[in-house]
């Protein structure tokens, strides 16, 4: 067997349930979503992840909405569907507007066209950059 | 010739040197960073490209400030060490203090593992996130 | 016609069936997994790749789990969906368990993770790292 | 001031202190290396950081030594010259021969390849691996 | 809603029809593919991109074909699942064989391999390359 | 010892001096760059690399210079920076000019974008790519 299954709420150890318990509440949500179910696979990692996601995320210097369009940017530069579609809800529930996603894309994708030029140029870092 | 130098302000074309007086005026600085005076050798290039990031970084939906601490979390995934030093300068110069710059650190650090994760257990986008 | 098809061993030409044969031998499979099917349409580069991986993959001075381990570790981190299917099935038929599998994608996502804070705050190298 | 300065021991505040004490006391080294000085400027990443890092490289289902290597295999993967160097040293230190790491190279590029082989073949993943 | 629509022509804004009315016409196609649809989201950015590729992928010192097929090689490098179908899709039209893609494959699948084996082995760059 | 130091002619073993003398010969040079010489730790990946270096670099399909540029686009896309400065002196070499170098930087980047823009907006893959 070499394909996991998601781990539901009925079938998880109470290690597993008290962290499910904490993302239900602090969510809001009824059910986690399929990233916890998977990742029930590791008590201690899930544990670990909640705990960082919990911090990281938090309003802080930069509001939540903020860090999760940071997180879709991200997704987007590593092609990775499942966190692109999760964190693009997230932002959306955080208040992002068609108008904010369009202008994420467009600086994404600039960022990631420009990085090229600069390798491909072998471009030096400017001296006043580096202080 | 395999390693192309940067094109100065004072041995440029009229083109290249439109451009170059269009970014000065923008920045209000007193010299073109080193990205443009590679990219000076694709004055066609140049252009568009001046042009994008001129459209593509203007304050709108979101502010300048988030969009450069954007282009900040794309270089450093990416690992573009350039970009990551012009755009952490972009970022300061728009306002991102120490606190924000650790949050975003923090936020990019945690997606890159997160999108891995995710690979990983290989799972399946929730139907919730698919509407 | 943009979407190359399998090639089935029925179909395919001695050059290619010599290939299939050997690696339906050395894996005591029935039949070749869709990668070589596909590769199977450029005759020298299946040679050439399944004379590699034979070589590279073979137990030496690591042993062929902690090998198929580290091809997921890669395959993870690039997100390649097939590879991450067919070598975590590797890695398990050589003896991954489960206990093993959530430690490799925990040190995979920390690894993710670092890089890129270590891409963000600029970290120069230790000198004690370059000898 | 784009760039940050490393904070060394001496100018640490109390909380970054325990970090540090808690490094050099588990890895028995006189002074941590620029990673952790850099991530000081983040106290509480740093404390996360670190004990997820000791949770995660821990000796468990997987040897330490396998543990690095997998850490060098994926920084390879993402070219982060700071993590390959820090990280082939920690390798190194759990007993990696160089018998060892040249195959670790070898794994590492073919899974490299591969990854991009059935990307451009577009390889549908066999039924055989979903399960 | 977290999952944008396509913008099919006769939804679409007199802004948004006459860039697909340019691309129609410029590629003598019926209808525009789904990356038209959903960039029509962001007007100015499909403007803008629009032209940028007219401008990026004519004829020029490199053919169409040639171009075509480096879309390809970036495009598999990344793992863009779309880009790669549409791609080889348009490098197929301005005439790749079989035998031209099986080469592309091969180079890019060796590039991928031996910039991991630079990286891992830390070769620096040899002074004949920095001139 | 983690850092590994090139081996030169002189110290090579007999194995490793058959491969430098077969690399002298096919390039005309009179002495092997960097890579081979970090390589040459590892005398069967050594050849195994230069072997199928030689067969997939071949004047085939397609050109001795298209060949390098596609390599230029996959090294510029993974930022590998040994890699981009010798497959730019390879492929000035074999005949690229100033304004292919210009046309090839502008496609990787247009490509580099439109990855992301295709993964942000998640675009689906049309019908007649399918094919």
Known sequence: MSRLKPI?????????????DDIKRCRDVEDVNNFWKYLAHDPAGL???????????????????????????????????????????GARKAGMTDAMFAELMAVVGMANETNRLVNGYRVPIDAAFEN
Not at 8 to 20: K, L
Not at 77 to 83: D, L, S, V, W
């Open 8 to 20: 539901e709420y009925a079938d998880a150890s109470p290690r597993v349930r008290a962290v499910f």
């Open 47 to 89: 544990e670990r992840t909640w705990e960082s996601i919990k911090q990281v995320m938090a309003e802080g210097a930069l509001s939540a909405l903020v860090k999760e369009m940071m997180y879709v940017a991200v997704s987007v530069t590593n092609g990775c569907g499942y966190c692109i579609a999760s964190h693009t809800a």
